[in-house]
């Protein structure tokens, strides 16, 4: 069961939405299908097997450490909103 913020963080219809509008995250994803294509174009299908696996385990590291920072800079937020009505 996730926490209120991992359900914040995880609410993939809003992130689904906003995400195609950032100018940002279109020219990441631009790139980053640039060179998944050139790298799977010269493999055998085990390794575009491997190197698909490879990245969804590297998204899954970088969700995780995200999550992470989100918690942690939320942490700090509300550490910040205290420190600032006392």
């Known amino acids: 069961m996730y926490s209120k913020l991992e359900e914040i963080y995880f609410d993939t219809q809003a992130v689904t939405e906003n995400a195609g509008k950032n100018e940002r995250y279109k020219k990441a994803f631009k790139e980053y299908d640039k060179f998944h294509n050139e790298l799977e174009s010269g493999l055998n299908e085990e390794q575009k097997k491997l190197?698909?696996?490879?990245?969804?385990?590297?998204?899954?590291?970088?969700?995780?450490?995200?999550?992470?920072a989100y918690k942690e800079g939320f942490k700090a937020a509300l550490l910040i909103a205290i420190e600032t009505l006392l």
Do not use: K, P, Q, T
């Not at 696996?53 to 999550?67: D, I, N, Q, R, T």
């Open 51 to 68: 190197l698909d696996e490879l990245f969804v385990a590297s998204g899954g590291m970088e969700s995780a450490y995200g999550l992470f």
